[in-house]
Each structure stands twice: as structure tokens, then as C-alpha cells.
């Protein structure tokens, strides 16, 4: 039987500096089956730079708050 894939939705605004923690997290899950999606909510700092070395999906969008991060993640 294959699992649901999950989707990990991290909504970002300048968390250059604290984003890894947040992805390092999720990794530290037992469960594999997933996928981390990064919307990147009109960020001014290196937050792309950062996310470079990890596997996720970062979709980008001009500052328009989480929750519209969230429904754009989705």
C-alpha cells in the first residue's frame, strides 16, 4: 500500500535567518513521504541563497501575508 504524499506548507517573509531550522525539522520526521513547499511571501533577504541546498518547492509571490501564503501553497 503506497502512503499519502503529505505537503508541508512554510509560509516565509525575511526567515532567512531561522528558515533552516523550520526545513532541518521537518527532515528530522520519521515520515518520508512528503514534500516541502516554501512560499516565499516577497522576501528582501538571501532566503533563496538559503533554501539552495535543500529539496523543497519554493513558489514566490509579492507580500500579500501568511494566510494568503498558505492558500498559495496549496
Given at each position: 500500500?503506497?502512503?499519502?504524499?503529505?505537503?508541508?506548507i512554510?509560509?516565509?517573509?525575511?526567515?532567512?535567518?531561522?528558515?533552516?531550522r523550520?526545513?532541518?525539522?521537518?527532515?528530522?520526521?520519521?515520515?518520508?513521504?512528503r514534500e516541502?513547499?516554501?512560499?516565499?511571501?516577497?522576501?528582501?533577504?538571501?532566503?533563496?541563497?538559503?533554501l539552495?541546498?535543500?529539496?523543497?518547492?519554493l513558489?514566490?509571490?509579492s507580500?500579500?501575508?501568511?494566510?494568503?501564503?498558505?492558500?498559495?501553497?496549496?
Amino acid at each position: 500500500m503506497t502512503q499519502p504524499l503529505v505537503s508541508i506548507i512554510i509560509p516565509a517573509y525575511n526567515s532567512a535567518s531561522t528558515i533552516a531550522r523550520a526545513i532541518d525539522s521537518v527532515n528530522q520526521q520519521t515520515f518520508k513521504h512528503r514534500e516541502i513547499v516554501v512560499i516565499d511571501d516577497g522576501s528582501t533577504d538571501n532566503l533563496g541563497e538559503v533554501l539552495a541546498p535543500y529539496q523543497v518547492r519554493l513558489v514566490t509571490q509579492s507580500n500579500m501575508g501568511a494566510a494568503a501564503a498558505r492558500n498559495n501553497g496549496s
